[in-house]
């Protein structure tokens, strides 16, 4: 069984590997005119062009091109951008980890607060608060994400001037130890803010959904009939049971999350991979491109992975149904 | 495979961890010392514009303007846009010999102590044979030598007007004693790239975070900046116009919708000047396109001040047939406007064979149709424009697609007509060839009519000021004439800055035309 798992994890990894090479070379226009701008200032001989292109290799033909490709993956190289004059590497390194500090905090909120709105709110189906808590979130669900983060900046840093307009750190301010720290929390405040509201709904819907089929289920019935305490029948009975869909969802949520942060590292200018790669598309940076999308997929991946262990304790049927 | 729900709490919890060291890691790089002094910052949406030496600063204005607070060139342009000297305080031009004679200044000192002289100069030339640098074509350049420790003679291969403008005014000269052991520029990162001669030294460049912290050259030979420090910070597009007004930035872009409200409070708006433009391009190979006087009739037929007024609400220039912006020192008027005549270009369509059926042009009993290739960016005048075509009975069409492949298409000579936008009008008239007889997308590619094409090969050897201006007088009527595209509007964009420094947009932009209102010399006492 386990065998099986990792060989289909394996043949979902090469097929993410060969959609990134070829995928970004489908879009129109090239590289090359990225890097050397369009526009009449520059005057580059077509010679310092076609230098260029051999060392980024593009006047290799394009299986080749792979085939050095998939070479240097599996050496763990991703490649140096002539766009950014800096390795992959490096400017991921310089990236991910804001990233992670935004999404990693907005999935554990947004899930966990979700889920205990999701349960209490199915719990209380046809109710006044389930009602009101279900429109709340559905219109919440409808929100783009860009025009939360713009309505939080506009009231709480331009007309309250309570938090940053821009960026995780206050620039040049030469700040260390706790205080460094709280300002990285006090420029984290907003984008979080912004990305966990435009998940925690996705997370409450489904948790409502589930509590409601759960609910039906004839061990609630015993449960009731057997006299235990509420808490326990909401969170031990039923929240168990309902956490299952909310768990699978959390590695489909983690990429979709992936591209909710383009938009808010956009609006706060927050230094993540999301505002590497917007960038990438419009120089049409391959490598740079191949190599945010290949740490993306290896990074849900893993979760996905990691999730299915998970799964398999909380409900232990799930081993004896696997294969 | 058993796994404990520890375990996986625990690598959950190793992970955030991780990144949160990162992020630690990142600001470990700032330290900067320096206590409450003049600070000087610029908002910027962008932020990463690149390690500001010459050769890995991006090859955007942005990037240059960065890397030209620290490296100088020969020749530089002042508030009113002419030439001024910077390493060089003297030049002329020898005829007899065609060659450029600079006379460099002696008071020079390169960042790290070392003195400045011709043997840099001669150097720098020589690296970018091997190295070529981006924004200085140096291939006309037959040899230069050095008359005297401090005075450099530049021999060209034939006459050429836009070397002091391109070349002299535009090549950061750099430092022998540390270029020379630098092999692969493109990818040297060091802090010794970064010895200069300019009025400010780096302190510190953060590509994730996209901010640049310059400290001033006290020893600056054109004298002390008046600040002691400069930063760019990287503020959301949207936020700009706030952190100026909250005193976060000094200085910043704002929308033209705001520059009312922005001169109310006290702070100053720069306008732009009109380097950039929105263009209609012709299919030069296929008819009726490949027709001047069908080229004519659009041009008549369409309402460019319209355009003007709705789609960019007033905020830009109307387009000059012959091409360069009003505002640009080597503009003529003497040229054919075509003032929007509905009338007279209905009148050369039927010249050309056109008869009007039922509201619509056919030409030997077939309807005539246009179909226009645009981007998002500027499907707003499409749409005008389209409505400007029906008008005068040619049933039009507009296609928006993705702007690389907009550009792609018309590369490859596969559309009919495509409005697009392209700048670069603001340095040495040079961008006029480029424009037309260049094989890239933005040029018209129109090599048919000999007379403008010996026109222009003239006026790139033309060293006398005057007689240039009267050569570029005359492209610009036969241009006109021709009209191998038309410029549909040079739309305006504004800065909004505070009293500290007063900065200002250079005439013809910065070096070979860059239209950002961050001239050093506006740094200086």
Redesign the interface.
Known sequence: M?KQRIVDYLIAFLIILSLNFFLPRL???DPL?A???????????Q??KE?LAAKMGLDKPLLEQFGIYLNSIFKGDLG?S?????SVQK?L??????T??LI?PALFISTILGFIVGLESGWRYGRLFDKRLLTGFMLLNGFPNFLVG?SL?LVF??SL?IFP?????T??A???GIR?LLD?LHHLVLPLTALVTAEIAASYLLTRTTVLTVLGEPFILTARAKGIRTVNIKYKHLGRNSLLPVVTRIAVRLGRMFTAVLLIE????Y?GVGLLIY?AILA?DFLVIQGVLFVVAVVILVTNF?LE??YK?IDPRVIEHAY | ?K?S?RT?IL??II??L???????R???E????FQEDEVYTIAD????W??PAPY?H????PG?VRMSLIFDTLIWKDKTGSFVGALAQKWEYVEDDTAFVFQLRKDVKWHDGESFTAADVLFTLDYLKEH?Y????I?LIDRAEALDSHTVKVYLKKAYAPLLA?VAGTLPILPRHIYKNINSP??Y?ESDALVGTGPFKLV?Y??????Y?YAANEDYYLGQPRINKL?F????E??IP??VL?G?ANTGSIPPELVEQFKAKGLTVLVSDHSWNAKLKFNLQEEPFANKKFRQALAYGIDRKKLVNISQRGHAVIGSPGFIPPDNPWYSSEIEQYDYNPEKARKLLEELGYVLEREFLEKGSKPFTVEILTSGRFSGDAELVKNDLDKLGIKTTVRSM????V??RTTEWSFQLVISG????G?DP??FN??VLAD???SARYKDNQELLSLLNQQLETIDENKRRELLAEIQKIYAIDIPALSLYYPTTYEAMDSKVDLYYTPGGL????PIALNKLSFLQ
Request: hydrophobic share 35%.
């Open positions: 386990e879009l129109p226009g005119t890097i050397y701008g369009d526009d009449a200032l520059l005057s580059i001989t010679e310092a230098d140096y002539y766009y950014f004059q800096s400017l390194l310089g990236t991910l980890p804001w992670l500090l990693v713009i900046l840093s331009v001037g307009l821009a960026g995780a750190v620039p040049y030469q700040l260390s460094l990285i956009n609006i706060f200018a230094p960038r049409r990691l262990l998970l304790k | 495979m796994i729900k996986i690598t959950m992970l955030l991780l990144s949160l060291t990162g992020c630690g990142e600001n470990k700032k330290k900067t010392v949406s962008t932020g990463d690149g390690f890995t991006y090859n955007r204005g240059y070529p981006s924004w200085s074509d291939s391109n493109l990818e990162t510190d953060n590509k994730e975070h996209g901010t912290l930063q910070i990287k503020i959301g949207q936020m706030n952190a909250d976060t993705d702007g690389k492949t550009d792609a392209h700048g670069g009008l340095g040079a961008f480029t424009n890239t997308f933005h070096a070979s035309g860059i």
